[in-house]
């Protein structure tokens, strides 16, 4: 049987490279449809309890882009934008009773809350502004409140995910809810 002499030279390494790059870029990642994970806000709804309906209300502010410009003032770029909704406490539910999404020229788009919904210990609980839903605009935002249960409760930890991917680029950046008075 004849011997066949194989070396590995730069040339066959290159082509090597080139094919699996090829062939990893070209693949397609499984992004399969699942059940949504997201609350119904009806199932969450629930009385206040007695001792603290006439709690004060805080607020959070936070800021949300469902669109940001590229290049210029007439070109946007639309964002899937992923709100957060987390309870930091690890023994308090916390009750929110308002939940509502404005866009940049500060008009009510949507109120997610009806009437007060709770969040359990350590839950999250989220909201998502579809990259095709341009309603909100490049200056869009939300305003929550809740009920300050104790002094001592910690108020929810409240962010947005903006995100959005074209072939192989991508852009993605955070912002958190800041207080209001």
């Known amino acids: 049987m004849p011997s066949i002499d194989f070396k590995i030279t730069p040339a066959f390494i290159a082509l090597f490279i ?32 007695e001792e603290i309906i006439s709690n004060p209300r805080l607020s959070s502010y936070l800021p949300v882009y ?11 770029h639309a964002l899937t ?16 009773d308002e939940a509502n999404y404005f866009n940049t020229q500060g008009e009510l788009i949507r109120a997610y809350i009806q009437q007060s919904v709770y969040i359990a210990p350590l839950e999250t609980v989220e909201i998502v502004i579809a990259e095709d839903d341009l309603s909100g605009g490049s200056g869009s935002n939300f305003l929550f409140s809740w009920v300050d249960q104790t002094p001592t409760i910690q108020p929810p930890f409240i962010q947005a995910v903006m995100i959005s991917t074209s072939g192989q680029q991508g852009i993605s950046f955070v912002t958190e809810g800041i207080p209001v008075q």
Request: aromatic letters at 6%; glycine letters at 0%; charged letters at 20%.
């Open 81 to 96: 934008a992923t709100i957060s909704i987390r309870n930091i406490n690890k023994s308090d539910t916390i009750w929110v």
């Open 18 to 49: 080139s094919v699996f790059v090829l062939q990893v870029s070209c693949t397609n990642i499984d992004t399969k449809e699942r059940p949504p994970l997201l609350p119904s806000w009806t199932d969450r709804t629930t009385p206040l309890p």
């Open 66 to 76: 469902s669109e940001i410009y590229s290049n210029n003032e007439h070109r946007t």
